[in-house]
């Protein structure tokens, strides 16, 4: 039960204010630190923008690395 409740997790998507209270800024903060290039590439869901919950605490924990650099290490993790 546990590998499936880490599965959800990981699979879980953020709206910018879920983001915002997570990082302790607004909404329109996040928008600006993603037009910047400096947050993890978002999803679009219909017509919405979405941040992968993993990718947002991955990237935290590289020290919130611009987006470029955050890619590059995750594809070299792979």
């Known amino acids: 039960m546990g590998n499936a409740q880490t599965i959800a997790e990981q699979a879980r998507l953020l709206n910018a204010k879920q983001v915002g209270l997570i990082l302790g800024i607004s909404s329109r903060s996040v928008f600006r630190l993603r037009a910047c290039g400096k947050l993890p590439p978002a999803v679009k ?3 919405a923008l979405r941040f992968k919950h993993s990718d947002i605490l991955e990237w935290i924990a590289m020290d919130c690395c611009s987006q470029k ?6 594809v070299a993790k792979q």
């Open 69 to 74: 650099e955050f890619v590059a290490r995750k």
């Open 45 to 47: 869901v219909g017509g």
